[in-house]
């Protein structure tokens, strides 16, 4: 599993973007899949994840209503669309695979990370 994270850039407040998780490698199988994001000087925190067979979906409390996980095994890809967003979403966001079909918030649970790609807020 290879993972390229895209889709990040500079929106005002209120505004969209789409997210991005591609396996390079197309080595895809039975992994979940989340996305994880860190600003400056902070933690990396848990955003939002989706199991292998997508279903049930989990979201950070403070992106709940505004952010959506999906993916499309037959493209390789994960996106996450961000709406609403606001000065605190300012990241770097991350996707990870975990090792099994299934996983949570924790970092713990995912084995290989993407690059990380910038998203920029403008209040």
């Known amino acids: 599993v290879q993972l390229q994270a895209s889709g990040g850039g500079l929106v005002q407040a209120g505004g969209s973007l789409r997210l991005s998780c591609t396996d390079s490698?197309?080595?895809?199988?039975?992994?979940?899949v989340g996305w994880f994001r860190q600003a400056p000087g902070k933690e990396r925190e848990f955003v939002a994840a989706?199991?292998?067979?997508?279903?049930?979906?989990i979201y950070a409390d403070s992106v709940k209503g505004r952010f959506t996980i999906s993916r499309d095994s037959a493209k390789n890809t994960v996106y996450l669309q961000m709406n609403s967003l606001e000065s605190e979403d300012t990241a770097t966001y991350y996707c990870?695979?975990?090792?099994?079909?299934?996983?949570?918030?924790?970092?713990?649970?995912?084995?290989?990370w993407g690059q990380g790609t910038l998203v920029t807020v403008s209040s």
């Open positions: 990870a695979a975990a090792l099994r079909p299934v996983a949570g918030r924790s970092l713990a649970d995912y084995r290989y």
């Open positions: 490698r197309r080595t895809f199988s039975n992994n979940a």
């Open positions: 989706i199991p292998w067979r997508g279903g049930s979906t």
